[in-house]
């Protein structure tokens, strides 16, 4: 089981205070972080997943009631949001070998299973460049799971997606509550926030 404790964090850019001694303990699979836009959500993902520094606190991982180090944590972690991005030049396949490839694994039989199960498998051999915006966040999506992470962070995984992807997006969700896996999804969308188990709203 994975646990989350949060030890009176904070975050400081300059003179703007983003957020300020947040205390808070997560075991549930599925967690959602809520707030209007500016109240802190994209920030706060980054600080949990080790991204950017805290200006004050702790953030502490347990792995079965034993602490992760920083290192094990990384290559457990899948982190999809907004402004990461794929190499526009290479095609969907083409991006997922890479990043395998800077994972040290040249396990890529898994590739054709995870993009069937994101519908994402007919344009997988398409360049990232030439797809719509609701395909590339499939691929994105893809990305962020190829590793198979046991903790995954999603930042507004809705984001531009059409039918199709938000049930890929739900998929992913309840495959990960039923694999004893542990999801983060900020979101203001009520449709992503009702998949969660417990919700971190953020006020400004």
């Known amino acids: ?15 703007n205070l983003v957020f300020s001694d947040l205390s808070f303990e997560v075991t549930a699979p599925v967690i959602g972080v809520s707030g209007e836009n500016g109240s802190g959500k994209s ?3 980054k600080c949990l997943a080790g991204l950017i520094k805290l200006t004050s606190g702790s953030v502490i991982w347990l792995n079965n009631d034993r602490q992760w180090n920083q290192e094990d944590f990384k290559k457990s972690l899948g982190f999809l949001a907004p402004y990461v991005q794929l ?3 290479l095609t ?4 997922l070998e890479f990043i395998l490839k800077l994972r040290k694994s040249t396990d ?36 962020a799971l190829i590793h198979r992470p046991k903790i995954l ?15 890929s997006v739900e998929a ?15 979101s203001n969308q009520k449709y ?7 919700v971190i709203a953020l006020k400004k």
């Open 92 to 95: 969907v396949r083409e991006n």
């Open 172 to 186: 992913v969700v309840e495959r990960y509550r039923a694999n004893n896996g542990m999801i983060f999804i900020a």
């Open 43 to 45: 920030t706060l993902l």
């Open 192 to 198: 992503e926030l009702d998949l969660c188990d417990q």
């Open 108 to 143: 890529a039989s898994y590739i054709d299973e995870l993009l069937a199960s994101l519908d994402a498998l007919n344009f997988s051999d398409s360049r990232f460049g030439s797809l719509s915006t609701g395909q590339q966040q499939r691929a994105k999506l893809a990305s």
């Open 87 to 89: 190499y526009e030049e």
């Open 153 to 167: 962070m999603l930042d507004e995984p809705g984001s531009n997606l059409d039918h199709k992807g938000k049930k």
């Open 1 to 15: 089981m994975y646990c989350l404790q949060a030890q009176s964090i904070s975050k400081r850019y300059g003179n």
